[in-house]
C-alpha cells in the first residue's frame, strides 16, 4: 500500500472504533451482547479493512465503502412499501426487519400458526449452543465485514423450526432499509435459521431500500439438521445508490440439504460471502445465481464451501450478464478435507459481456485432499454468439430483438431454477426489464 492510502485506511478504521464506543455507550446494547459486541470489535482491530492485495478481497475495490461516515440507521417504513415487496404466497408467512431491527408490527406469520417458533435473538443466546456457536463465529471470524456485523450486534432473530417440522407456507424474510439522502447510513441486520431433525423450509429473502445512500451488512445463519433440508431463494433487489455486503453460513447435518437460487440486481457495490459446511455424510449442497449488472454496477461472490465428510455433493452454477462499465466477479474454491471420500463437486461460471467497458473476474478452484472424489470447475467468458444473430435475423427479426432473446435466455436458465413461481413472475417482470435497453 502506498503511504496515501494506508493514512486513508488507518483513518477509516480509527473512524469505525470511535463509532463503536459510541454505540457502546448511546445505543446501550443488551448484556448478553455485550461479550460478542467487544470481541469482535478486537477481532476487527485484528483483521483490518481490506486492501486490494487481501485474499478475499482480491476483485473488489471498497476503497469508496471504506472512506464513507456512516451513521447507524433508524428510519421507519410505511406498510404500503412493506405490501410491494411481499411475494403472493407470503402474504400471511413474512418477517420484516427495517434497519437490522426485527419489526414485528409489520410482520404477519399468521399463516405460520405454530409451525415455527420465532425466538428474539437475545432470548435465544440463554440457549448454551447458540451462545456458543455465536461465540464460535467471532472466534473465528476472517471476513471483516461479518465481524463489524457482531461488533454493532443489538437485535436479532432465531427462526427454529423443531424436529419433523414442514412450514406450511414459503417464509419470507424482507430486510428493508430506510436510506437517508442527508447522510449515509448503515444497518447490520441478523437472523440464525436452526431446522432440526427432518424438518423442512421453503425460504425467500428480499433485500430492498425506501431511499438509496445507505450500506446493508446483513450475516444469516443456517444450521440444517439430520435429513432436513432448506429451499432458498435470496434477491438482491438494493437501491442503485446503496452497498451491500452479506455473509451466509451454512452448515449441512447427515443426509440435509440446502438448495439455493439468487438474483442480484447490483449497485454501487455488492458483495455475497457464502461459507458451506458440509459436515457429515450425504449432506448436499447446490448453489445457483444471477445477475445483470448496467451503468457501473457491481456484483462480487465470494463462496468457500468445505466438504468435511465422505459421500457429499456440492453443485455451484452462477451467471453474470455485464453491459456499460459494469463489473462482476467469482471467487469460488471447494475444499476437499481428508476422509471426505466420494465427493462429488461441481463448480461453472458464465460470464455474457455486452460492452467493451465491461469487466469480468473469475476465480475457480479446488483444494483436494482425499484420493476418491469426482470435481470440475470451469469458467468462460464471452460475447453474443454471432452465428445465433444471425439465424435469428434470418427469421425476420430485428437485431434488437434477437439479442434481448438470447440474454433474456442465458439469464432465464437459471431463473427458472428458482422454486417459487411468485418470485420468477417479479424477476421475470423486473430484473428482466434491465436486458431490454
Keep these: 500500500m502506498t503511504t496515501t492510502v494506508a493514512e486513508s485506511q488507518d483513518r477509516a478504521e480509527s473512524a469505525l472504533l470511535d463509532q463503536h464506543k459510541k454505540f457502546l455507550g448511546d445505543t446501550k446494547p443488551s448484556e448478553v451482547f455485550l461479550p460478542l459486541n467487544e470481541s469482535a470489535i478486537k477481532r476487527f482491530e485484528t483483521l483490518k479493512f481490506p486492501h486490494r492485495k487481501h485474499e478475499m478481497y482480491t476483485f473488489v475495490n471498497t476503497k469508496d465503502l471504506v472512506s464513507t461516515s456512516f451513521a447507524l440507521s433508524s428510519g421507519t417504513v410505511s406498510q404500503d412499501f412493506i405490501a410491494k415487496h411481499v411475494y403472493p404466497g407470503c402474504e400471511n408467512s ?9 419489526k414485528e408490527s409489520l410482520s404477519d406469520c399468521s399463516g405460520i400458526g405454530s409451525a415455527i417458533n420465532f425466538v428474539s435473538l437475545e432470548d435465544a443466546v440463554s440457549q448454551p449452543d447458540i451462545e456458543k456457536y455465536l461465540a464460535g463465529t467471532v472466534d473465528g471470524e476472517n471476513d471483516v465485514f461479518a465481524c463489524i456485523n457482531s461488533a454493532f450486534l443489538r437485535q436479532g432473530l432465531l ?39 427432518m424438518a423442512e ?64 440486481y447490483g449497485n454501487k457495490l455488492t458483495r455475497h460471502h457464502y461459507e458451506a459446511r458440509l459436515k457429515e455424510d450425504g449432506a448436499e449442497l447446490r448453489l445457483n445465481g444471477v445477475s445483470i449488472l448496467t451503468d457501473e454496477e457491481q456484483v462480487h461472490n465470494f463462496i468457500r464451501i468445505h466438504h468435511e465428510a465422505p459421500h457429499c455433493t456440492s453443485n455451484q452454477k452462477f451467471k453474470n450478464i455485464v453491459n456499460d462499465k459494469g463489473r462482476s466477479s467469482m471467487d469460488g474454491t ?30 475457480p478452484n479446488l483444494m483436494i485432499f482425499a484420493d476418491d472424489v469426482k470435481c470440475t470447475h470451469g469458467a468462460t467468458i464471452g460475447q453474443i454468439d454471432e452465428d445465433q444473430m444471425f ?47
Design 159 to 197: 427462526i427454529d423450526l423443531p424436529e419433523k417440522t414442514q412450514a406450511p407456507t414459503p417464509l419470507q424474510i424482507l430486510y428493508v432499509s430506510s436510506g437517508s439522502p442527508a447522510q449515509p447510513v448503515t444497518s447490520h441486520p441478523r437472523v440464525i435459521v436452526r431446522l432440526g431433525l
Design 94 to 102: 413474512y418477517l420484516v426487519m427495517v434497519d437490522g431491527v426485527y
Design 334 to 363: 471447494v475444499i476437499v478435507n481428508q476422509g471426505a471420500q466420494l465427493t462429488s463437486s461441481d463448480q461453472l461460471i458464465n460470464n455474457l459481456m455486452l460492452s467493451d467497458n465491461a469487466h469480468a473476474d473469475n476465480k
Design 201 to 264: 423450509l421453503k425460504l425467500i429473502v428480499k433485500y430492498a431500500g425506501v431511499q438509496g445512500n445507505y450500506f446493508v451488512n446483513c450475516v444469516q445463519d443456517i444450521l440444517v439438521g439430520e435429513d432436513a433440508g432448506v429451499t432458498y431463494t435470496q434477491v438482491q433487489a438494493d437501491a442503485t445508490d446503496a452497498w451491500h455486503c452479506s455473509k451466509t453460513r451454512i452448515v449441512l447435518g447427515r443426509n440435509s440439504r440446502f438448495f439455493a437460487t439468487n438474483a442480484s
Design 391 to 437: 439465424y435469428l435475423k434470418t427469421r425476420g427479426l430485428s437485431e434488437k430483438v434477437a439479442k434481448e432473446l438470447l440474454t433474456r435466455s442465458f439469464a432465464e436458465s437459471i431463473i427458472q431454477m428458482i422454486a417459487f413461481p411468485a418470485v420468477v413472475e417479479d424477476l421475470e417482470n423486473t430484473f428482466l426489464k434491465k436486458l431490454e435497453a
